[in-house]
């Protein structure tokens, strides 16, 4: 048994492509419609974890409830200065500035995506 994907519902399904392709550098793999919604599907730069973003043709107006549930997609950076610079160039802001974890050495910091799914980013040292 593997892994697959995550599927998430989002608003605005170009911002949300730019987000995860451009910011966190993920590749569109594939795109399927359904009667009622489209999927989109991005990969990791080996390919092997997806996420799934479904646009759905009746999507509610502000949006969906992130609730209570879900946690946080987690992504590893090469260099969290390096990811600084690049997500300054966006209208993105840290949630959680990066700081240094005492206990592994690694920096983290957190980001939303445009639908405001939390993002941890780690920089792993060591």
Avoid: W
């Amino acid at each position: 048994m593997e892994f697959l994907h995550a599927m998430i519902r989002v608003k605005d399904i170009e911002k949300s492509i730019k987000f995860y392709s451009e910011l966190l550098e993920m590749k569109m793999v594939r795109e399927k419609q359904l009667d009622d919604c489209t999927l989109y599907f991005l990969t990791d730069k080996n390919g092997i974890v997806q996420i799934e973003l479904t646009y759905n043709d009746e999507t509610p107006k502000d949006g969906y409830e992130v609730g209570t549930g879900f946690g946080h997609f987690a992504f590893s950076v090469e260099s969290m200065d390096e990811f600084t610079k690049k997500l300054q160039k966006t209208e993105y802001k840290y949630l959680y500035e990066p700081y240094k974890l005492s206990s592994t050495g690694s920096t983290i910091a957190f980001i939303k995506d445009p639908d405001g799914y939390e993002i941890e980013l780690i920089e792993k040292r060591g």
